[in-house]
C-alpha cells in the first residue's frame, strides 16, 4: 500500500558529508512522522532524527548539531544532510514513515529497505 524509496549513502571519509533522501508513495491520506533509524553490525536500531507533521524535530543527542532532517514542500520526501561525519556513523540507515491510508485508519510504520553508510578513511 505505501512504498519507501531510499536514495544517497555510500561511503565518506571522517569529517566528510552524505544526504540522504526517501520518497513515500501509494495509498497515502495523510503522514504523521516521517525519520531515520539506523543499525550498525552488533546493535540495535536506534533513532537518528524524526520530523513530526507539525515540522518539530528530534535527533539522537550524538548527531545534534551535525545532522539536519528536513521534508519537501509535498511533504512526501524526507532528507537527512548528515555532515562531520565520524566513523561511529557507519551503520545501515533505513527510512522510517509512519503514515494514515484513510481519515479512518490509524497510522502504520512503514519501512525503507535500508542504505549503507560507510565513514572510513
Known amino acids: 500500500q505505501v512504498q519507501l524509496v531510499e536514495s544517497g549513502g555510500g561511503l565518506a571519509e571522517p569529517g566528510g558529508s552524505l544526504r540522504l533522501s526517501c520518497t513515500a508513495s501509494?495509498?497515502?491520506?495523510?503522514?504523521?512522522?516521517m525519520g531515520w533509524y539506523r543499525q550498525a553490525p552488533g546493535k540495535e536500531r536506534e533513532l537518528v532524527a524524526r520530523?513530526?507533521?507539525?515540522?518539530?524535530?528530534n535527533y539522537e543527542e550524538s548527531v545534534k548539531g551535525r545532522f539536519t532532517i528536513s521534508r519537501d514542500n509535498a511533504g512526501n520526501t524526507v532528507h537527512l544532510q548528515m555532515n562531520s561525519l565520524k566513523p561511529d556513523d557507519t551503520a545501515v540507515y533505513y527510512c522510517?514513515?509512519?503514515?494514515?491510508?484513510?481519515?479512518?485508519?490509524?497510522?502504520?510504520?512503514?519501512w525503507g529497505q535500508g542504505t549503507q553508510v560507510t565513514v572510513s578513511s
Open positions: 520530523i513530526l507533521s507539525g515540522s518539530s524535530t
Open positions: 522510517n514513515v509512519i503514515v494514515r491510508t484513510a481519515w479512518n485508519d490509524p497510522a502504520y510504520p512503514y
Open positions: 501509494g495509498r497515502i491520506f495523510s503522514i504523521n512522522a
